[in-house]
Structure formats: C-alpha cells, structure tokens
C-alpha cells in the first residue's frame, strides 16, 4: 500500500492518505487540495469529515501525529470507516470519465443525498434520469426494472451503490442527463448526445467489468 503525506504547520499532524496496491493512478489534486488549504490557513482535526468528489473523507487521529483519511468500506450500513482513499479516488475517476464522453461538466452530489427510488431491489436493468437537484435531493430518480410495481422511496445515494456498485459511475452526470444499463447495454443520453458500450471503448470495458 502506497501513501500521500501531507504536512500541516505549527507542528501540527500530518495528512496521510493510504492508496491500495491495486490502485493504478496518483491523485496529484488530492495533494494539490490539502497543500492550497493549508496555505489559506485551514487547520484539519481529529474526526473532521471532507467531501472528494461524491465521498467522504474522515480524518482520524492515529495517536502518532498522523491524520489518516478513511473512506466508507462501500459494503456496510450504516457507514463503516477504513484506512483507504482507493475507492473514493477510483469512483471520482470514473465519473469524470463518464461525463467526458458526452461533453458534460461534472456535477457531483454527495453520497448522503437522497435519491428516488422506484422498486428498489436488486435489479438486472435499471434507468436513471437525473432532475435539478435541491437541498439534500441529488435530483436523482432511480427505476429498478425487474419489478412491476409502483412504489417509490427515497434512499441515500450509499444506500443505493453498495446495492448495486454499477450506478455509481453515473451519479456524476447533470441535470437531464439519463442512463439506461443491464447485462448487456450501458447507455447514456445528455442534450442530444448519446454514448453506448456497443460503440464506445470505455463504456464496453465498463460494461465488460461487471461479468
């Protein structure tokens, strides 16, 4: 497992983020983000939380002058904390790469909002169509197709991707854009664009990834 270290000043703890081994990239704008902080004058304490992308961070005081960032294991709920940045970094990536292909800025919500949920289960096909977001509403609206029913609830946007970790490359696309995915078909539509994984190199490798 390799780390960014990160110094604070005035003696103050340094900011370890621990990436996996299987981690092929080096999140230079994470470090990029703490040094401008600090230098603005921002002081990072024990249990402080920071929002990267769609995650959260939390800093946790290890007893040794260290701050160590963890990151949701991505499996728990309610939320269980790990000593890692690795999927928190992978899933941002991801997003970024998705809203690339249609032109479209990123648009991230955070984990903690909510989404709506139409039958919400585990589902071979699911829809999603993104509306304006408001308060503590991603603008997400979620159709899990495997059921014929009518009911909808609301569920965090956690909830809804450690139900089913293929949705969350998408929760990064904006208002009106909509997704369509199953076994064999990724596709997304923005303002009159459309990338598919029957066309499109990074989406069939996405798509290839949840055999």
């Known amino acids: 497992m390799s780390e960014i270290r990160i110094q604070q000043n005035r003696n103050l703890p340094d900011i370890v983020c621990k990436l996996g081994e ?10 990029q983000y703490f040094d401008e902080c600090i230098s603005q004058g921002t002081v990072f304490k024990d249990n402080e939380t920071i929002q990267v992308g769609w995650g959260i961070l ?3 005081d290890n007893g040794r002058n260290e701050l160590i960032a963890h990151e949701p294991d991505f499996v728990s709920m309610p939320i269980q904390w790990m000593d890692s ?44 169509k993104r509306e304006p977001d408001e308060e503590n509403y991603s603008g997400w609206v979620l159709d899990f197709r495997d059921s014929d029913g009518t009911e909808e609830e609301m569920k965090s946007l956690y909830e809804v991707g450690i139900n089913d970790h293929r949705l969350i490359p998408f929760f990064g696309l904006p208002a009106s854009a909509s997704v369509l995915i199953n076994s064999q078909l990724i596709q997304i539509e923005f303002n009159g664009l459309k990338a598919t994984s029957d066309k499109d190199p990074f989406l069939k490798k996405l798509l290839a990834s949840w055999s």
């Open 22 to 31: 299987n981690a092929h990239f080096d999140p230079i704008w994470l470090r």
């Open 58 to 60: 939390m800093l946790r």
């Open 85 to 128: 940045v690795t999927n928190t970094i992978r899933f941002l990536s991801l997003q970024r790469s998705v809203c690339d292909l249609i032109d479209a800025g990123l648009e991230v919500p955070s984990l903690r909002q909510a989404c709506v949920c139409r039958n919400f289960s585990k589902s071979s096909e699911i829809s999603l």
